[in-house]
């Protein structure tokens, strides 16, 4: 049977005036007899009900000083992530403009080199423009007839000959690589001296023409201009043989297949040789 509220609030009334007489009892006993050990009880259950409610209000208080100084912390790291990042993705624009720097300091040095050994005046232009398609290989450089650029002048890349000009505007030309279907090069084996025409096959590639079976050429032969063109100066080189065949009877020439010195699709910079027929060295 439940016990009426009005009934326990007397109980607990009760307990508590007994436990409070209590203690002043021990308390004046001990003050009467002078003694400290009688006063030891009441001062430890003070002590104790002090230290259980300060443990009360400093725990919550402790937690959540935890709490803010976890977040404190977790801004920072995070704020020093970010200003990583930062510095990793410019540390990486710097790599990207010095490795560039380099590649074109190589291909400019390059450049130099293939002019050192020609005689007249040359101009370093860049490739701005690509048409790479079946039968068609040409590309388009910064640099026309403001700037002295002619139809038909040769131009160079540091491996060998690259083209020639077939249209010069104002500011901009046009050059078709050897390897356009319709490039043709006087040319002629380097060690051999057996002379054809190299033509290009529009697949990126060319062939050595008009070369007699019987002929000696190898795999691996270097290909070099003639000078007998009109346009090309003499000992440039165009390539090298990546294959010999004979077809039959019925044929009179071979089949030659001359793999390019330069690689075409990937022309950044090249070299214009400004005079309609430059001297190399060797023919001053």
């Given at each position: 049977?439940?016990?009426?509220?009005?009934?326990?609030?007397?109980?607990?009334?009760?307990?508590?005036?007994?436990?409070?007489?209590?203690?002043?009892?021990?308390?004046?006993?001990?003050?009467?007899?002078?003694?400290?050990?009688?006063?030891?009880?009441?001062?430890?259950v003070f002590t104790d009900m002090a230290g259980y409610f300060q443990k009360g209000i400093s725990n919550p208080l402790q937690w959540v000083r935890h709490v803010w100084d976890s977040y404190v912390n977790l801004r920072n790291v995070k704020q020093q992530n970010n200003a990583y990042r930062e510095e990793i993705a410019r540390l990486r624009q710097e790599v990207i403009r010095y490795r560039e720097a380099l590649i074109e300091n190589e291909q400019l040095r390059g450049l130099?080199?293939?002019?050192?050994?020609?005689?007249?005046?040359?101009?370093?232009?860049?490739?701005?423009?690509?048409?790479?398609?079946?039968?068609?290989?040409?590309?388009?450089?910064?640099?026309?007839?403001?700037?002295?650029?002619?139809r038909d002048m040769v131009v160079l890349a540091p491996e060998g000959?690259?083209?020639?000009?077939?249209?010069?505007?104002?500011?901009?030309?046009?050059?078709?690589?050897?390897?356009?279907?319709?490039?043709?090069?006087?040319?002629?084996?380097?060690?051999?001296?057996?002379?054809?025409?190299?033509?290009?096959?529009?697949?990126?590639?060319?062939?050595?023409?008009?070369?007699?079976?019987?002929?000696?050429?190898?795999?691996?032969?270097?290909?070099?201009?003639?000078g007998t063109d009109g346009i090309f100066p003499r000992g440039l080189l165009l390539g090298r043989v990546s294959s010999v065949k004979n077809l039959g009877e019925s044929t009179l020439f071979q089949t030659i297949e001359v793999e390019p010195a330069v690689d075409l699709k990937g022309l950044e910079k090249v070299l214009i040789l400004l005079t309609e027929r430059p001297l190399l060295e060797q023919e001053r």
């Amino acid at each position: 049977m439940p016990v009426p509220k009005k009934k326990s609030r007397k109980i607990g009334a009760a307990l508590v005036a007994i436990i409070a007489a209590v203690l002043v009892i021990f308390a004046l006993v001990g003050l009467n007899f002078r003694s400290v050990s009688l006063l030891v009880p009441v001062d430890s259950v003070f002590t104790d009900m002090a230290g259980y409610f300060q443990k009360g209000i400093s725990n919550p208080l402790q937690w959540v000083r935890h709490v803010w100084d976890s977040y404190v912390n977790l801004r920072n790291v995070k704020q020093q992530n970010n200003a990583y990042r930062e510095e990793i993705a410019r540390l990486r624009q710097e790599v990207i403009r010095y490795r560039e720097a380099l590649i074109e300091n190589e291909q400019l040095r390059g450049l130099l080199g293939i002019r050192e050994e020609v005689s007249g005046r040359t101009m370093v232009a860049t490739i701005v423009g690509m048409d790479i398609d079946s039968w068609v290989s040409s590309v388009t450089v910064d640099k026309g007839r403001m700037n002295g650029v002619r139809r038909d002048m040769v131009v160079l890349a540091p491996e060998g000959v690259a083209g020639r000009v077939i249209k010069a505007g104002l500011h901009f030309s046009r050059v078709m690589l050897i390897s356009d279907y319709n490039s043709a090069v006087g040319a002629m084996i380097q060690s051999s001296r057996i002379r054809g025409i190299v033509k290009g096959n529009g697949r990126g590639g060319c062939t050595l023409e008009y070369v007699e079976k019987g002929q000696d050429v190898e795999t691996g032969d270097n290909v070099i201009t003639s000078g007998t063109d009109g346009i090309f100066p003499r000992g440039l080189l165009l390539g090298r043989v990546s294959s010999v065949k004979n077809l039959g009877e019925s044929t009179l020439f071979q089949t030659i297949e001359v793999e390019p010195a330069v690689d075409l699709k990937g022309l950044e910079k090249v070299l214009i040789l400004l005079t309609e027929r430059p001297l190399l060295e060797q023919e001053r």
